[in-house]
C-alpha cells in the first residue's frame, strides 16, 4: 500500500530502491486502493497519500521499470511493471 508513505517524494524513492534491489527481468507487481471519500475517512489519523493511477505508469518508467499492464478498477488499480534486462 503505498498510500502510507508519507510523500510522492518519498514513494518515488521507494519506487526506485525496488528497482535498484530487483534482479534484472524481475517483476514488480502490486496494486492500492483509489482515492475516496471513504479512504479519507479510512485513514483519519494515518498517513494518506493517495497513488494517481493516471500518473503511476510515468513514475514507474521515471524509476526505470518497463510498465507491463496497469489496471484500474471500481475501487482499487493494479500495476505490473518489470526491471529491463541489461
Not at 534484472?24 to 486502493?33: E, I, T
Request: glycine share 8%.
Amino acid at each position: 500500500m503505498l498510500h502510507h508513505v508519507p510523500s510522492p517524494a518519498l514513494q518515488d524513492k521507494l519506487l526506485r530502491e525496488v528497482w535498484r534491489v530487483l534482479k534484472p527481468g524481475g517483476a514488480f507487481v502490486g496494486c492500492d486502493s483509489l482515492q475516496s471519500t471513504f479512504m479519507r475517512v479510512l485513514h483519519l489519523g494515518d498517513t494518506y497519500v493517495p497513488i494517481h493511477p493516471d500518473t503511476f505508469a510515468a513514475r514507474l518508467e521515471d524509476a526505470g521499470f518497463n510498465v507491463i499492464e496497469l489496471e484500474k478498477g471500481a475501487g482499487a488499480f493494479r500495476f505490473f511493471a518489470m526491471k529491463p534486462i541489461a
